[in-house]
C-alpha cells in the first residue's frame, strides 16, 4: 500500500506506508491541495517547531551539532566527559565506603 506524501523538504510523490514514520502532529489540510496551499498550512501550524520540540527532532538536532564540531570542539568534549566520569566514579567509591 502507498501513500501520497508532500512537505517543504520532500517533493510529492508515492511512498510505502512501511517505510514511514508517524507523529502526533496533526494538519488540517483537505484532499487534493495544491503545494503550495500545503506550504502555507504547514509554516501557520508551525509543524517544524513542534517537531524539533519532540525527542526525535532534538536527536536530529544534537547528530547536526556533533556533525558541525571540529577536532578541537570534539578533545573537548572528551575532556569534559572524562572529567565527569571521574567525579561520578569518586562519589560512587564513596558510596560504596559508606556502607
Known amino acids: 500500500m502507498t501513500c501520497l506524501i508532500d512537505g517543504p523538504s520532500v ?3 508515492l511512498i510505502n506506508f512501511r517505510r514511514l514514520a508517524f507523529t502526533d502532529i496533526k ?10 496551499l500545503l506550504y502555507k498550512a504547514w509554516t501557520e501550524a ?11 527532532g532534538q536527536k536530529i538536532a544534537n547528530q547536526n ?15 569534559l566527559k572524562a572529567k ?3 567525579i561520578i566514579a569518586k562519589k560512587v567509591k564513596e558510596l560504596k565506603a559508606k556502607k
Open 11 to 13: 517533493e510529492r510523490k
Open 27 to 36: 494538519l488540517p489540510i483537505k484532499k487534493r491541495m495544491r503545494s503550495s
Open 46 to 56: 508551525g509543524v517544524d517547531q513542534q517537531f524539533a520540540k519532540t525527542t526525535w
Open 65 to 79: 551539532k556533533r556533525k558541525e564540531l571540529t577536532d578541537f570542539d570534539r578533545f573537548v568534549v572528551k575532556t
Open 84 to 86: 565527569k566520569n571521574k
